[in-house]
């Protein structure tokens, strides 16, 4: 997988676009010269160019992502550590998404130009065009601070109880969910559209099919193929938004740590962490591209 | 000639009619380019007119006035430090136009440059489009946030974060659009008549790329208006004190109990600068690309 490897070099780019020398800036502005000499040396800057890259492909073909420089952990045993909470909240809001967003999708394009139609889009057209982070605080603000009803912030792992996971999680991914639920209710939506003018769709509807059948599971199914392709996006999508979401609820997740690693100059940290969700995604494709194919058998890639 | 049918002289006339005067005419009769086109382009007449509309100077402290509520000498109220709300709002306007815009124009012309080449050099293709695939992998949010705090806390780094970040995008639209033209017969006809690779690209394929990748922009324009918040609600994209979206709400949130007026109005203008541009996107890809059904 030559991606891999170009990804690899990309995360490996990251640290050499630090204007000026990255020791220095890593170290901070109060360091002593022994201690910018140290990081220096811990990097691995005082060798050359290509064998800093050598040495990185080197230890990454062994598993080794680096080390974290405020956590004294290995980059992957902190996101190890974090990525349950990531986790569970993508997950939730990929819940919650695919099914309201193919719902309200095939809706609006099964009562087309009528006000059901516009009233869905509506709703989907404010969800892809609100910030995550403002709607967010507002809700923490109605639904934590007012109604009382979830934790304002902090993550209850599911080893604590369903119950107790589920209401750390809720708002937050529900929040997630709104952009994710407005791009797949669209795409849905032209998707079913296509479908609804196909041939077949009349054929069924002519051999005496009820509306039911014909929608529910003619159509649904074919369009089931545009979602799978969206899937990849929706997750992407959550893991970016994720970033953004806990921030603002505090979730000891991936995201905020690498806002947090940001924050401190961690650049180890930082570079280890876009790695590991790089390598992640081009699995993800991969595994949407398998289930594309199996899903339409027109699909054959060479 | 003289027993032309009835219907012969409408048809006549539509042919004849120039095919550009045909979709601006229905653009302007298209309900969300009109409500689109209206909220972006006030919104810009307010980012330009900033200085003279702003009642005070957007960064003036009054401690006296800290947190007045929406009021009719301070519409959108005052922050913690007694500044005007309703003019840093507007100074934001300008920021976050600016940056959307920029990365808009920067990122097109890349995406252009890169998606033709891609498409006409089948020895830089490969490599073109793997390196596409490799920043793809990465969230966009993610990789601008990457890019931008390796860069610095500057405009110019959030500029070129998001553009890195949303260029895979666009080189894969154009290189999508130039590979389906460059099959046709007439570039064939004029690759045959010995017209220069230049000369093709230039008079059949970019026109071609052109509808496609100013649908695509639009929705980068109010992405990447979603991301410069974003980035400056984290503090890795415009520093206080220059006033932008996402810091006014990042400063309001430690307020936002008791002062909910300091990162109400600031959310209000980023989603309606999103909304007007994602409906602007829906009614252009309405109009320049069948295919793609959006909003009507």
């Avoid at chain 1, 709703?123 to 967010?136: C, D, E, T």
């Avoid at chain 1, 369009?223 to 806990?246: H, K, M, N, P």
Wanted: charged content about 10%; proline content about 5%; hydrophobic content about 55%.
């Amino acid at each position: 997988m030559p991606v891999i490897l170009i990804i690899s070099i990309l995360a490996f780019l990251l640290l050499s676009l630090l204007p000026g020398d990255p020791a220095m800036i890593i170290a901070g502005d109060q360091a002593s010269p022994a201690a910018i000499e140290q990081v220096r040396r811990q990097l691995g800057l005082d060798r050359s160019f290509l064998e800093q890259l050598g040495i990185w492909l080197f230890n990454l073909a062994r598993g080794n992502f680096g080390s974290s420089l405020i956590l004294n952990q290995s980059v992957l045993s902190a996101v190890g550590e974090r990525l349950p909470v990531t986790l569970s909240l993508a997950a939730l809001s990929i819940g919650f998404t695919i099914p309201v967003g193919v719902f309200l999708g095939s809706l609006a394009a099964y009562f087309r130009r009528t006000w059901i139609d516009s009233a869905v889009m509506t709703v989907a057209l404010l969800g892809v065009s609100i910030p995550a982070f403002w709607i967010a605080i507002l809700g923490v603000i109605l639904f934590s601070v007012q109604l009382g009803w979830v934790p304002s912030s902090g993550f209850a792992p599911i080893s604590q109880g369903v119950g107790r996971w589920f209401a750390s999680m809720a708002l937050p991914a529900l929040i997630l969910s709104l952009f994710q639920i407005g791009f797949l209710a669209r795409m849905t939506r032209s998707a079913m559209l296509d479908v609804l003018s196909q041939d077949y769709i009349r054929t069924a509807r002519a051999k005496g099919l009820s509306e039911w059948r014909t929608v529910g599971k003619h159509a649904l199914r074919n369009a089931l193929i545009l979602i799978i392709t969206a899937t990849g996006i929706l997750l992407s999508a959550a893991i970016g938004g994720s970033v953004i979401i806990e921030q603002v609820f505090a979730l000891p997740g991936i995201g905020r740590m690498v806002v947090q690693a940001i924050m401190a100059r961690d650049y180890p940290l930082v570079q280890g962490t876009m790695l590991i969700l790089g390598f992640t995604f081009v699995m993800i494709n991969l595994i949407v591209d398998i289930l594309y194919t199996l899903a339409d058998p027109r699909v054959r890639h060479d | 000639m003289t027993d032309v049918g009835i219907g012969a002289p409408a048809t006549a006339a539509a042919i004849a009619a120039p095919r550009g005067h045909g979709t601006l005419r229905r653009l302007l009769r298209h309900r969300s380019f009109l409500i689109g086109f209206t909220i972006i382009a006030l919104l810009a007449i307010l980012a330009l007119l900033a200085p003279l509309i702003a009642p005070v100077d957007p960064s003036a402290m009054r401690v006296r006035f800290r947190f007045r509520p929406p009021q009719a000498a301070f519409w959108f109220g005052t922050d913690q430090f007694g500044r005007d709300i309703f003019t840093r709002v507007l100074y934001g306007t300008r920021i976050s136009l600016f940056v959307g815009f920029a990365v808009c124009v920067v990122s097109g012309l890349c995406s252009a440059i890169l998606g033709v080449i891609a498409a006409q050099f089948r020895r830089l293709d490969s490599a073109i489009m793997r390196l596409m695939d490799a920043l793809m992998s990465f969230p966009a949010i993610l990789l601008a946030l990457g890019i931008a705090a390796a860069l610095g806390p500057r405009v110019s780094s959030v500029i070129i974060a998001l553009t890195v970040a949303y260029i895979p995008a666009g080189v894969r639209i154009v290189r999508a659009a130039a590979l389906t033209v460059r099959e046709m017969d007439y570039v064939q006809a004029a690759q045959v008549s010995g017209a220069s690779s230049l000369r093709i690209v230039l008079r059949h394929i970019l026109p071609n790329c052109f509808s496609p990748l100013l649908v695509h922009l639009t929705f980068i324009f109010a992405y990447a208006m979603l991301a410069e918040a974003a980035l400056s609600f984290l503090g890795v994209g415009i520093q206080p004190p220059i006033a932008s979206w996402g810091n006014i709400i990042a400063e309001g949130r430690d307020y936002a109990t008791q002062a909910w007026w300091v990162m109400l109005f600031p959310g209000i203008a980023i989603s309606l600068a999103a909304l007007s541009l994602n409906l602007l996107g829906d009614a252009l890809g309405d109009m320049l690309d069948p295919r793609l059904k959006g909003g009507e």
